[in-house]
Structures are given as C-alpha cells and as structure tokens.
C-alpha cells in the first residue's frame, strides 16, 4: 500500500457501528486516504469493530500498534481505553485523560488530524449521543478541512450529528449512504500540489409534507419538550448499557440498548413531524 495523500477520520457513538458498517462499504479499494475511526467504546471491551468492517467493503481494517505507518486504502480503529491520534504520517496511542467521559474519544483524534493534515483532512460525526466530535470538526475546518455529519433523521442517537450540523460551519449533511462517494471524491481531488476540492454534494434538506391539518396553538413548542424528553431518555439509556457491560451484565445492557433506541427513533418521528408542521406553514 501506498502513502496516503489524504486523511478521513470519522467518529461515532451509540448507534454508530451500523452507520460504520454502511459508509465503509461504500469507499473504493483504491481509496487514496488512510481512514481513521474512533468508535465510543466500554474501557474493558473486547472490539470486533475491525474485523465487522474488514468484512463490510474493499479496505481492510485493524487495531493500530502504536507507532504504526499509515497507509492508503485502510482502516485504523481505536482500541479501547486509549484516544487515537495522528502525529504526521504514523499513528499514536495515548492514555490521556478521558474526554467527554470516554477513551477513546473523537475530539483527540480529529484535532491531531487537523494539527498534522490541515486541508488534507475529511471529519465525519456519525450516530451518537453528547457533543463529542463537535470541538474537533471545528478544529478541521479551521485548518481548511472538510467537516460531514451523519443526516441527524436517519441516525439511530442523532444528538450527536445534529450538534455538529448546527455547530460547526460549513458542515455538509448526507445520509450516510451518500457520505462514502463524498469521501472518496475529497480524496480522489488531491494531488502533488494541495488539495482541489469538488464542489460537494448538497446539504440533505429537511423532508416537508403538505397538506397537514390545522393544529392548535403550542403544538410545536410541546412536540420540542416530547423530543428533548426523549433525547435525554436515549442518553440516560447508552450510559445504562455501558455500566452494565463494564459490570458483565450483556442482557441488562443489550435491554437498556433496546431501550434508548426506542425512545431515539421516537424522538426523531416528533422532529420529522415538527419539520413538516413548520414546512405546512411556510
């Protein structure tokens, strides 16, 4: 393999080994670009995460050794209880402190990105519930990366996108189907001299719906209250099933999983349907 001419770091969280899957399976075997991901995991966790992408698409994928070369065309995922970072060409495991509550965490990894890489660099935030990703995007863009996040609708812990669609400027949102042909036409667009960038693909408008009937008063405001109700239920759930893994109890936590995707998929109908009252009335 080849010395990457490009760098894509994505991160994720709760509900985010899915959306990992798809985007994965959607870049080339010639990708030009070394792809670095950090996934939230329990400190104490056995990852499968490399081999559930290596079998996904074309680039293979590994836990890193610390010191590791980067290569073009594949897969670097943060093993658990260490950030993963970049320093120049060659990867970098640290037992910094936690951030966000985690290690690994994504802010680490998308600053050490941007430090090394400036415009050479592709964030992407995925599923996931907190803000974590959000610091680290800007970091990107402020160094002339390019900032994506998951379309907030489709990801199972939306919070997490969302924050970064909102907080980050710039940010292009797809689903994440449509984020691999974006990654690998940021990568494909780098040459000897710098990077040229095509123009990249349209934000992912909100979906609208006509014909709604007539609703009362505060309708909107209470279906806010619904959403944020239920955000804050799907965050307390994710943290529920990480101290039950740590604690060994794969049921208990598999149940508060089940649990906080429930009420995330709730929470993301509400929006949708605030999305099209506001849509109605425009």
Same mark, same amino acid.
């Given at each position: 393999?080849?010395a990457p001419r490009a760098v894509v770091v994505v991160g994720a969280s709760a509900g985010g080994v899915e959306a990992l899957r798809t985007l994965i399976a959607g870049l080339p075997a010639g990708l030009p670009?070394?792809?670095?991901?950090?996934?939230?995991?329990?400190?104490?966790? *056995?990852?499968?995460?490399?081999?559930?992408?290596?079998?996904?698409? !074309?680039?293979?994928?590994?836990?890193?050794?610390?010191?590791?070369?980067?290569?073009?065309?594949?897969?670097?995922?943060?093993?658990?209880?260490r950030h993963l970072l970049l320093d120049g060409d060659h990867v970098r495991l640290s037992p910094d402190p936690q951030e966000h509550g985690h290690r690994p965490a994504i802010d680490p990894l998308f600053r =050490?990105? #941007?430090?090394?890489?400036?415009?050479?660099? #592709?964030?992407?935030?995925?599923?996931?519930?907190?803000?974590?990703?959000?610091?680290?995007?800007?970091? *990107?863009?402020?160094?002339?990366?390019? @900032?994506?996040?998951?379309?907030?609708?489709?990801?199972?812990?939306?919070?997490?996108?969302?924050?970064?669609?909102?907080?980050?400027?710039?940010?292009?949102?797809?689903?994440? !189907?449509?984020?691999?042909?974006?990654?690998?036409?940021? +990568?494909?667009?780098?040459?000897?001299?710098?990077?040229?960038?095509?123009?990249?693909?349209?934000?992912?408008?909100?979906?609208?719906?006509?014909?709604?009937?007539?609703?009362?008063?505060?309708?909107?405001? #209470?279906?806010?209250?619904?959403?944020?109700?239920?955000?804050?239920?799907?965050?307390?759930?994710?943290?529920? =099933?990480?101290?039950?893994?740590?604690?060994?109890? !794969?049921?208990?936590?598999?149940?508060?999983?089940? #649990?906080? @995707?429930?009420?995330?998929? +709730?929470?993301?109908?509400?929006?949708?349907?605030?999305?099209?009252?506001? @849509? !109605?009335?425009?």
């Amino acid at each position: 393999m080849a010395a990457p001419r490009a760098v894509v770091v994505v991160g994720a969280s709760a509900g985010g080994v899915e959306a990992l899957r798809t985007l994965i399976a959607g870049l080339p075997a010639g990708l030009p670009a070394a792809v670095c991901v950090t996934l939230h995991i329990p400190p104490t966790m *056995v990852s499968a995460l490399p081999r559930i992408l290596s079998r996904a698409g !074309a680039l293979p994928a590994s836990h890193p050794p610390d010191g590791a070369q980067l290569l073009a065309g594949h897969v670097y995922v943060a093993p658990a209880d260490r950030h993963l970072l970049l320093d120049g060409d060659h990867v970098r495991l640290s037992p910094d402190p936690q951030e966000h509550g985690h290690r690994p965490a994504i802010d680490p990894l998308f600053r =050490s990105a #941007a430090r090394h890489w400036g415009p050479l660099v #592709a964030g992407v935030v995925l599923s996931g519930s907190g803000d974590d990703g959000t610091g680290g995007l800007r970091a *990107v863009v402020a160094r002339g990366g390019a @900032a994506f996040a998951q379309a907030p609708q489709e990801a199972l812990f939306p919070r997490m996108p969302r924050n970064a669609a909102e907080r980050v400027s710039g940010c292009h949102v797809l689903p994440v !189907a449509r984020l691999a042909p974006a990654l690998a036409a940021f +990568a494909a667009a780098v040459d000897d001299d710098g990077v040229t960038r095509p123009d990249p693909p349209p934000t992912e408008p909100p979906r609208s719906v006509p014909g709604l009937p007539d609703l009362p008063a505060g309708v909107t405001d #209470a279906l806010r209250v619904a959403v944020r109700s239920l955000e804050e239920k799907a965050e307390l759930s994710e943290r529920m =099933s990480a101290t039950a893994l740590d604690r060994g109890s !794969a049921t208990t936590a598999e149940r508060y999983r089940r #649990a906080g @995707a429930e009420a995330s998929r +709730a929470g993301a109908v509400i929006r949708e349907l605030i999305i099209r009252i506001g @849509a !109605a009335g425009q």
